[in-house]
């Protein structure tokens, strides 16, 4: 094996660990992110990993909270 060879071989494993510490970071951020924003709005929210981060904008009605905007001091989402 050449001095090449291992350079290559370790930029790869370096790679591939990054990746990994990088999702497992993703995977443990996000539904506490989820939580301090729908908290911050006042609102009830659920986190999946599926539909994200979602908020109930009425009783029994989720939408994502991507969707939510505030215009003039109120709180909309879109399509609705």
Same mark, same amino acid.
């Given at each position: 094996?050449?001095?090449?060879?291992?350079?290559?071989?370790?930029?790869?494993?370096?790679?591939?660990?990054?990746?990994?510490?990088?999702?497992?970071?993703?995977?443990?951020?996000?539904?506490?992110?989820? &939580?301090?924003?729908?908290?911050?709005?006042? @609102?009830?929210?659920?986190?999946?990993?599926? =539909?994200?981060?979602?908020? $109930? &904008?009425?009783?029994?009605?989720?939408?994502? @909270?991507?969707?939510?905007?505030?215009?003039? =001091?109120?709180?909309?989402? $879109?399509?609705?």
């Amino acid at each position: 094996m050449t001095i090449y060879d291992k350079i290559i071989e370790g930029g790869l494993i370096a790679a591939i660990v990054l990746l990994l510490a990088l999702l497992v970071t993703t995977v443990a951020l996000a539904p506490k992110s989820c &939580a301090v924003k729908a908290d911050r709005m006042g @609102m009830k929210h659920e986190f999946n990993y599926i =539909g994200g981060c979602m908020i $109930e &904008a009425r009783p029994g009605v989720w939408v994502p @909270m991507n969707n939510y905007r505030v215009e003039d =001091g109120r709180i909309n989402h $879109e399509g609705k």
